[in-house]
């Protein structure tokens, strides 16, 4: 069975009523009741498996009300279910996601590379793109069974926390990267994430210039990684490509000497492989 993920993002900002850029750009045709539904799908997390109805309203935005009559068309429809007066996502949610997957074609075009790099450098692979502050994988390859923040096909984190999210967010025009912090909130995940705004851009500048990134114990303890950016023909960072092992048992300096060519080898095959499937690289480039 495909294995999806949803993380919670522990910078995500509370819910509001008010009106935001991105509402007041809504066209026309914008199907609010159907934006509701997606919202409550989307507030189940690692933090929440399980929620009353007033706790989803509050999660979500929403009157009590509006989430009731969006939990009973979700309930009917079988990807949510109810526990007493709990409510969880059903085992028929992940087919939103393997839709996409195998619509995409990511197990035929990017998984082949992952699994490739896994077996020559051991750890773990993944492929990610940027949605909003977060970073979320699209494709991922490992040997690991660790008890740490999971990367799996689905999982989504804050950008500013991982290495992937850091290419990403260096391949941003300057205007949309000042974008992304000026409403940025940076949490702690561990003692060692970097939290302040200025060292933080000072670190994506940095993976700007190199044209890699770098993170050490950034999202959970235990995680180095290292992530190139993948480019669509204009030169357009659309998505990015990482490894990532322990800590303690390698370093950032290892995977820069040990993995960054190859690395960077792999990268401009999977741009070049994206070119004859323009749908998959205009999916994961929008």
Known sequence: MLELGKNQD????KPTQKRNKNELERPAEFVEA???????????DVSSPEMTLSEIARKVGLSP????????????LGYVGQNNKRFHLRPK???LGSAFYYSARIDEVLQPFLRDLVAR????SSVGTLDGKDVIYIAHSSVQRARRAAAVVGARYPAYATSLGRVLLAGLPD???????????????????????????AEID????????TTVDQLDYGITALAVPIRAVDGRTIAALNTSGYSGIIDADYLINERLPQMRAVASSIAETLTRYPALASVIGQ
Do not use: N, Q
């Not at 009300?65 to 009917?76: G, H, M, V, Y």
């Open 10 to 13: 522990p910078a995500a900002s």
């Open 34 to 44: 159907l934006a509701k539904g997606l919202a409550i799908i989307e507030s189940f």
């Open 65 to 76: 009300a509006a989430a009731r009559r969006s939990l009973i068309t979700l309930k009917t």
């Open 93 to 95: 949610i992940m087919t």
């Open 121 to 124: 450098f051991g750890d773990a």
């Open 175 to 201: 205007a949309e990267l000042d974008a992304y912090f000026d409403d940025l909130v940076i949490a702690p995940l561990t003692s060692k994430t970097i939290t302040d705004p200025t060292a933080l851009r």
């Open 206 to 213: 940095a993976a700007r210039a190199a044209h890699y990134s």
